[in-house]
């Protein structure tokens, strides 16, 4: 069985990287599609990149593994928190290789925090902090802060800066490069993983720049920093020749991406048209309430001031024998989060997520849920779905599709996801959780300086000694990556598994050759009986606060 590599292109989406391609501006993700085979590749539901990295290492859909967005409800709460891999169980082709005496190399690779211990090196990506031991073993995290090692870019992206923000997005990502290459020089590696954002990052900025159809287009920026996305593209080219010259050519290359990209036009407030509906109700605060909140905002006894201030023992302790409630009171966030914005008791439906999702407060699964499980459950869905479908913008349909979670998702953790996914103008039309609550409009220019948005088509190209030359095949899954690397490496896929091996990437020796039955390898549950999160904290106030800044900044959270 030969080596295999897996590269990951955040957002790298075929539309675009296909004519690039022809026009020979990407020279060795060319060599890919040209000697292998590729096809589009269909992500999770919402297409984000929690769910669709997680469903790409593991095989499982959502309900099965649990992670649905980069933030979740707090168990007992309406609060929202980060999310971490561990808060949930699930197996991923890194544990699956590990059983079987294949050494790992996993770099930056998405919703991994806290890194698990593998049979060789983990390296936690997006949703790691810094501040953290993002490393598996512990004493690599030392050895690559002083490489000059990143994970995100330090600098956070506003107008006047784009140009300081690229070359910082160019250096990360050789750093990335540099830091996967000494690796996988050192170490004896079989199965290796490296994940690059840049894609993703540089089309939520600059897309407008790109696409002069977009409502944001200035021709004189567009001089400037139109081909930027293009740019960043030949610099993840040229870092995949390196990788792929140091793999040699008896390695299996895997590029492969968790969506797609494109325009971002409207943000939708979901909530709002809720509220307008009838099915949510907006809290009106005491008026003493409201008096000792702005007075703990003016003496700065805030969440955000005090998290990276109470990292001691003592404080990690008491917080955690402290409701969570009564801790939103003492110290307050800054923002109008969603769960002090809502009157649970008389609230039927809500939303939060960035592309359109919908959860029913349902009675025993939410804290204060009011709408009874069975025939009132659904006849809630049927009103909300038939009511999306009527909203209009500028006299237009906004909804194209809504997805039922019960169609999309089983496992131990479906109940977690949400109960309505619902997708709009071809997503350039989005729903922001961290603004929802933020007016009384429905429809909004985007309030961030996001430009692009996810897509639900991403990329999977194959070549090496034991992939098919086929050039392009049809769609296939997220879910049948982890199958397919499996089989790659030798391993019997599980039952517990919702993909498939993909055989028509194989050559046909290969095929032949690695025709196998499949083996169950995990003592998981498999059944849909709901599973509670796993109990688990941060190490320190500091890491936390670290990481809900930085998906703050990135738009993703309230």
Known sequence: MSRVLIIGLDAADLDLIKPWVDAGWLKHIGNVLNRGSFAPLRSTI???????????????????????????????????????????????????????????????????????????????????????????????????????????????????????????????????????????????????????????????????????????HDPEQAARFGPAILKVHRLLDEEIGRLMRMAGPETTIVLVSDHGGGPLHREVFLNVWLEQQGWLKRRIPRSSEHWLRQLAITLGITRERLSPRLNSAFWIWLRQRIPITWQRRLAPSTINLLADSVDWSKTKAYSFGNIGQIYINLRGREPQGIVAPGVEYESLLDEITTALFQLTDNGQPVVDAVYRGKDLYHGPYADYGPDLNVIMRGMSYVAQSWREMAGQQIFASPGSNFTGIHRPLGLLAMCGPTVSNHGRLPEVRIVDVAPTIMCLLGIPTSPEQDGRILTEFLSKTFAEQSHQQSTDVSTTATGDLRRPLNNVDWASAEEEQEVLDRLRNLGYLE
């Open 46 to 216: 919402p297409v984000m990149s929690p769910p669709a990295w997680t469903s790409l290492i593991s095989g499982l859909n959502p309900g099965k593994h649990g992670i649905f967005d980069f933030v979740r409800l707090a168990p007992g709460s309406y609060h929202i928190v980060s999310t971490r891999r561990d808060q949930t169980t699930y197996k991923t082709i890194f544990d699956y290789a590990s059983e079987y005496g294949k050494f790992v190399l996993a770099l930056n690779v998405p919703m991994t925090y806290p890194p698990i211990p593998v049979n060789g090196i983990m390296v936690s990506g997006l949703g790691a902090p810094v501040s953290g031991q993002f490393t598996h073993p512990r004493h690599l995290r030392d050895e690559l802060l002083e490489w000059g090692y990143q994970i995100e870019p330090e600098t956070e992206f506003a107008p006047g800066r784009e140009q300081q923000w690229l070359i910082e997005l160019a250096r990360v990502t050789r750093s990335q490069t540099d830091a996967m290459l000494r690796l996988m020089e050192r170490t004896p590696w079989e199965l290796g993983m490296i994940v690059y954002r840049a894609v993703d990052e540089v089309e939520t900025f600059f897309w407008h720049h790109m696409d002069p159809t977009h409502p944001l």
